[in-house]
């Protein structure tokens, strides 16, 4: 029968040693939450501080540890009091000063570089429980109300307005720059420039209650041509329901007062309390990156919304029946 010998077992302990420290090490560089897979003149200067920090930071470990060694196999007699008192206000005084000097320098330009003014379009968000309220204000288009997803033109340096409706919760984008926090009663500014197209995620940053895990939205980061084409379309009235479901679907949707809390531009459904739903169809996610866009999920929000996303504002609709939340569920996946 085979037994595992003991160097056998060591090897294999090193090696999970390895792997516990270069898993989680490699695998955080890349993905859609990534500091350092950067897509944001922002996000390149803050990976690149991290970087040099954490160089001198493994430097300066270094030494101290191989003071430490050296200091343990030594004497005081070995060499002289004078010597050690030179270490000390050399290594313990001169150098950390230097260090920590240049290494905040460095960082406070930095900072200050990243908040030189926009190019022109202004996004605020608001943060809501749980889930994001996104206004875009841009130079000669129309002003335009979203929910729970962020779209931004690739090159431009997009100012962010960040507020905050009752809690404090902090606005981040890993792949484009750093956090800021949104604070009740005060307006936070944030400038970020994409340097890639595609996808990327936000999430919220500071504990912010109950559902604080759940409060997360995409970004997209589209061709300048592209985004306006875009922000026009999110400005036009919500397209009429394409078939029998749909359309009884929204009979539900405005006989049950869902337009009390939310809007459908061309509709009677006037709300402000909750997401705008215009084109909620075209968004990638429901209820700020919880569910897919599609009817069976939002049927299950509708029902049970503290189910899905506990502590959730919105109230539940469960004494509705299977067929009618589907029906609802398709005609708000058609609204693209
Ligand atoms: Cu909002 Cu945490």
Request: proline share 6%.
């Amino acid at each position: 029968m085979f037994r595992p010998g003991r160097a056998r077992r060591t090897t294999s302990g090193a090696a999970l040693a390895v792997a516990a420290v270069a898993v989680p090490l490699l695998s955080a560089c890349t993905g859609p939450l990534s500091t350092l897979d950067a897509a944001g003149s922002g996000a390149q200067r803050i990976a690149g501080l991290f970087i040099v920090m954490a160089t001198v930071a493994t430097a300066v470990w270094l030494f101290v540890a191989g003071a430490a060694v050296y200091a343990a196999r030594k004497t005081p007699q070995d060499n002289g009091v004078r010597a050690g008192h030179k270490l000390i206000v050399f290594g313990g005084i001169l150098l950390p000063l230097l260090l920590l000097g240049a290494l905040s320098y460095s960082g406070l330009r930095q900072a200050n570089e990243l908040l030189e003014p926009g190019d022109g379009l202004v996004i605020s968000v608001t943060g809501e429980r749980w889930w994001w309220r996104v206004r875009y204000a841009a130079p000669s288009a129309p002003a335009v109300v979203s929910a729970n997803e962020i779209r931004m033109p690739l090159g431009e340096r997009v100012e962010f307005r960040l507020a905050s409706t009752d809690v404090i919760h902090s606005f981040w984008i890993p792949s484009l720059g750093g956090k800021t926090d949104m604070i009740p009663g005060r307006l936070n500014r944030l400038v970020l420039e994409a340097t890639r197209e595609g996808r990327f995620r936000g999430a919220c940053a500071e504990f912010c209650g109950l559902s604080h895990a759940l409060m997360e939205f995409d970004v997209v980061v589209m061709s300048p041509g592209g985004f306006r084409e875009w922000l026009e379309h999110q400005a036009s009235d919500a397209r009429a329901p394409s078939d029998r479901v749909a359309t009884r679907g929204q009979q539900l949707f405005m006989q049950n007062g869902c337009g009390a809390c939310h809007r459908i531009g061309g509709t009677s459904a006037e709300g402000r309390i909750g997401p705008d739903l215009t084109h909620v169809g075209g968004r990638h996610s429901i209820a700020a990156g919880t569910l897919p866009v599609e009817p069976d999920a939002i049927a299950a929000w509708i029902s049970h919304p503290s189910a899905v996303k506990p502590g959730a504002l919105m109230p539940p609709f469960s004494m509705l029946g299977a067929d009618d939340l589907r029906a609802i569920g398709a005609y708000l996946e058609g609204l693209e």
